[in-house]
């Protein structure tokens, strides 16, 4: 997983630089969610202009920019991943901390609101993660989330890194960690207009025309499959779900 989110990520940035801005968001929003998943976040977060905003897991910052330009909050990424820190302040120029989401060098109670996309089914340590989320969001603060869920044995191949909670172990671990349910929605991963598609895939594309031959760029591909092919049978799932702190 360090490859994909590490040295892929430092890639991504070089190539949105070669085809220009326009391209930033889409991909960095690959893997975290399609413009219509976002988009119900941000409303079911009720997000307001000038909102204190967490991304924990944030990636190269695609989702914190599309809020920023969206919404016009001010988002904080948290990343554990040095070269998507470097991509996320050179694509977004958002203020963003090199830290993982279940250890977070930020002060109590400084959140308005939080999301954390495509992270808790990448640690064990959920339940350290939701802590700390709720320590650092306000009384009354909102979380979104967007979760890959298996409420089955998974068929192999298996991606590497990931661990898969059911529907059920979610619900428990935001009930332990002192959240509250307020909404949930299946998400439809495929809805981005077809702009957002071209300009995502046209990145894809200039990485692979500059890296194709690195394994690196192969092992990344095939981390990506495995996670496409059990989305595309059913077996794994993307719930949104929203919660407020206690």
Known sequence: METEFGTVAGWTAEAVRALGPEHAVPAG??????????????????????????????????????????????PVCA??????????????????????SQSLPLADSTFDAAWCL????TTEEKAALLAELHRVLVPGGRL???????????????????????SAEVDALLAGAGFTV??????????SSAQWQERADAVDAEVQRRHGEDPRWAQAQEQSGRVGALLGSGALRPRLLSAVRD
């Open 144 to 166: 979104g989330l967007l979760v890959f869920v298996a409420d089955e044995p998974l068929p192999p191949p298996l991606p590497e890194g990931n661990s898969f909670p059911s």
């Open 118 to 121: 495509g992270v808790l089914c």
């Open 79 to 100: 990343e554990p991943m040095v070269d998507a820190v470097r991509a996320s302040a050179t694509l977004f120029g958002l203020p963003s901390v090199v830290a993982l």
């Open 182 to 191: 307020a909404a949930r929605a299946e998400a439809d991963l495929s809805d």
């Open 29 to 74: 929003c690959r893997g975290s969610g399609s413009e219509g998943a976002l988009r119900w976040l941000a409303d079911a977060l009720d997000l307001r202009a000038g909102a204190r905003v967490l991304d924990s897991g944030a990636g190269v910052g695609g989702p914190a920019g599309w809020l920023a330009a969206e919404r016009g909050v001010r």
